[in-house]
């Protein structure tokens, strides 16, 4: 008899679906989300339609619909022989084909009624609170390490809300609730912050590529984390919120020496540069002030940037003379945007 005929083990389905065997068996103990047929003993063996039942699953957690809701719908859509051929996919898979974990979440979700803008739920043993349904979803999907799932759904909260919406509401939430899991866990879930921040910094930075061609004839913004600063992410969700409104930026990353900052700043002339810290190791207000009075352009005709301290590291105190502490991305963008005659058709800032 054929493997396919026999169905194949718990653990194999467990590789495919990227969790652990003993997720597939609490599926089943909670939600009665198991094989339709058993053999004797406490074996299990999972048939391709059981196997198709728990990548629909899958799909449902990774769109942020809750466990129990989810396997009531995968269990159903088992039950209707139809249910493939009314979605316009392909008959399951045999069992021994070869997957990627979360390829079936590749193409827009299938939400249950009612399903939809939900915020209970566990979000994979995550400290989400309440948050939105897609927040729980890419929890749900970094837990399980399933990477073409975090792409598919961050692809489609950018598309249906908007970058700013989707790093404050989405992205955010879930990287702290990662970070807060991991430093409570003594160092695991690490794998499971580099992966998601992987795909986040990802789909910020196709965002950034969109800026209209109009956008190279402005002074761009400078965008850089200070010496010994590492945390680029919300640097790059800002320059994917510039590009979103027609701005032009010139990210220059992690850990930008001192004196690079400067010829950066010197030789690009920059309407604002924004300046990113952490924490107040890497806060220097020094280095602020030199930044901001570097001139740029021909004598008597020469500007200087607006220079923005963004980040938690920013003391109060180092808040100088022209200068400005957006409180969040929103807020940036809307600042540096009124710097910009027409953010539509970008043009030389005014002085």
Same mark, same amino acid.
């Given at each position: 008899?054929?493997?396919?005929?026999?169905?194949?083990t718990?653990g194999a389905?467990?590789?495919r679906?990227g969790?652990s065997?003993?997720?597939v068996r609490?599926?089943?103990?909670r939600y009665?989300?198991?094989?339709a047929?058993?053999?004797?003993?406490r074996?299990?063996?999972w048939?391709p339609a059981?196997?198709a039942?728990?990548?629909?699953?899958?799909?449902?957690?990774?769109s942020g619909v809750?466990p129990?809701e989810?396997?009531r719908a995968a269990a159903?859509?088992?039950r209707?022989?139809?249910?493939?051929?009314?979605?316009?996919?392909?008959?399951?898979?045999?069992?021994?084909?070869?997957?990627p974990?979360?390829?079936v979440?590749? %193409?827009e979700?299938? /939400? +249950? #009624?009612? @399903? *939809?803008?939900r915020?209970?739920?566990?979000?994979g043993?995550l !400290?989400?609170?309440?948050v939105?349904?897609?927040?729980r979803?890419l929890?749900?999907?970094?837990?399980?390490?399933?990477g073409p799932?975090m792409?598919a759904?961050l692809?489609?909260t950018?598309?249906?809300?908007g970058?700013?919406?989707?790093?404050?509401?989405?992205?955010v939430?879930?990287?702290?609730?990662?970070?807060?899991k991991w430093e409570?866990?003594?160092?695991?879930?690490?794998?499971?912050e580099?992966?998601?921040?992987?795909?986040?910094?990802t789909?910020l930075?196709? %965002?950034?590529?969109? /800026? +209209? #061609?109009? @956008? *190279?004839?402005?002074?761009?913004?400078?965008?850089?984390?200070? !010496?010994g600063e590492?945390?680029?992410?919300?640097l790059?969700?800002l320059?994917a919120?510039?590009?979103?409104?027609?701005?032009?930026a010139?990210?220059?990353?992690?850990?930008v020496?001192?004196e690079?900052?400067?010829?950066?700043v010197?030789?690009s002339?920059?309407?604002a540069v924004?300046?990113?810290?952490?924490s107040?190791?890497?806060?220097?207000?020094?280095?602020?002030?030199?930044v901001?009075?570097t001139?740029?352009?021909l004598?008597?005709a020469?500007t200087a940037?607006?220079?923005?301290?963004?980040? +938690?590291?920013?003391?109060a105190?180092?808040v100088?003379?022209?200068?400005?502490?957006p409180?969040?991305?929103?807020e940036?963008?809307?600042?540096i945007?009124?710097l910009y005659?027409d953010p539509?058709v970008?043009g030389?800032p005014?002085p």
């Amino acid at each position: 008899m054929s493997e396919e005929a026999l169905g194949v083990t718990t653990g194999a389905v467990a590789r495919r679906l990227g969790v652990s065997p003993t997720t597939v068996r609490s599926w089943e103990q909670r939600y009665g989300i198991g094989p339709a047929v058993r053999e004797g003993g406490r074996h299990r063996r999972w048939t391709p339609a059981d196997i198709a039942m728990l990548e629909e699953m899958c799909r449902l957690t990774s769109s942020g619909v809750p466990p129990a809701e989810a396997a009531r719908a995968a269990a159903a859509a088992r039950r209707r022989p139809d249910a493939a051929e009314r979605r316009g996919t392909s008959a399951p898979r045999p069992a021994g084909a070869v997957v990627p974990a979360g390829a079936v979440v590749a %193409a827009e979700a299938v /939400v +249950p #009624p009612g @399903a *939809a803008g939900r915020r209970g739920g566990p979000g994979g043993g995550l !400290p989400l609170g309440e948050v939105r349904q897609e927040c729980r979803g890419l929890a749900r999907a970094a837990v399980r390490l399933d990477g073409p799932a975090m792409e598919a759904l961050l692809q489609r909260t950018v598309r249906a809300h908007g970058l700013v919406a989707a790093w404050e509401e989405v992205m955010v939430p879930t990287l702290h609730a990662v970070g807060r899991k991991w430093e409570s866990t003594r160092d695991r879930y690490v794998e499971v912050e580099h992966l998601l921040s992987w795909h986040v910094s990802t789909e910020l930075r196709r %965002a950034a590529v969109t /800026v +209209p #061609p109009a @956008a *190279a004839r402005a002074a761009p913004v400078v965008l850089a984390c200070l !010496p010994g600063e590492q945390h680029t992410l919300p640097l790059e969700a800002l320059a994917a919120g510039l590009a979103e409104r027609g701005l032009p930026a010139r990210m220059f990353g992690a850990a930008v020496p001192a004196e690079a900052l400067r010829a950066a700043v010197g030789r690009s002339g920059p309407a604002a540069v924004v300046l990113w810290s952490q924490s107040r190791t890497t806060a220097d207000g020094a280095l602020a002030r030199q930044v901001g009075s570097t001139a740029f352009g021909l004598r008597g005709a020469r500007t200087a940037p607006v220079v923005f301290l963004a980040g +938690p590291g920013w003391p109060a105190r180092a808040v100088s003379e022209g200068m400005r502490r957006p409180r969040g991305l929103r807020e940036a963008l809307d600042a540096i945007s009124a710097l910009y005659p027409d953010p539509a058709v970008p043009g030389t800032p005014p002085p």
